[in-house]
């Protein structure tokens, strides 16, 4: 693959949609082709899988978190081999607002499930495939989910309590600790300008 592979990662609220959209529009302007897309989502499976992960149900139906984290690598699956690995075979620059390291804060460090059974569960579902850089959009819990009126939060960010946000947050600062030459950590509580003045430098720094 002769492409780059950028993750935007971070809690709830981060801001990691909007920051990947400006990252890519900033990309374009300087004449890289850049391709957006996003966990779970991005093709037309990963849209259904992103209805039955995300969406609040009439009782808020419970999802264990081995099956939440089977689901969102059944669509990480498909988003690989239908966008992210054409793209990169391609030399195109692809920016993806979350990837697997997802799964491992949530399901992982938030749930409770065994790191390495993810990692393995993630492996066959990417190829192997890992970011060349992952942009860590650090926020507290009690700023970013206060960033989203009641009826616009996800099931995450309705039904999971506030222990459990703190537990991701921590899990992705020590996976950014594990591995300081792919992961750069921006504080994402402040203006979303001076946060993609980071999230920009970062990403020219490997391109």
Excluded at 124 to 147: F, I, K, N, Q
Aim: charged residues 25%.
């Amino acid at each position: 693959m002769n492409g780059r592979f950028i993750t935007l990662e971070g809690p709830e609220g981060a801001g990691k949609t909007l920051q990947a959209q400006r990252l890519v529009a900033a990309l374009e302007g300087r004449g890289h082709r850049a391709r957006l897309t996003r966990e779970p989502g991005g093709t037309g499976l990963g849209e259904q899988i992103r209805a039955i992960v995300l969406a609040r149900g009439a009782d808020d139906a419970f999802i264990s978190a081995r099956a939440d984290a089977l689901l969102f690598n059944a669509a990480r699956a498909q988003l690989v081999a239908e966008v992210i690995g054409p793209a990169l075979a391609a030399g195109d620059v692809v920016i993806c607002a979350r990837f697997a390291d997802s799964t491992l804060a949530y399901q992982g460090y938030g749930a409770g499930l065994p790191l390495d059974e993810l990692r393995a569960i993630a492996a066959v579902a990417t190829g192997g495939l890992v970011p060349d850089l992952t942009v860590l959009l650090d926020v507290s819990p009690e700023v970013g989910l206060a960033r989203k009126p009641e009826d616009a939060r996800n099931r995450f960010e309705a039904t999971f309590d506030v222990d459990f946000h703190r537990r991701v947050r921590d899990g992705f600062l020590e996976l950014a600790r594990q591995e300081p030459e792919r992961w750069r950590v921006v504080g994402a509580e402040r203006d979303a300008d001076g946060v993609f003045e980071d999230v920009l430098a970062a990403a020219s720094a490997i391109l």
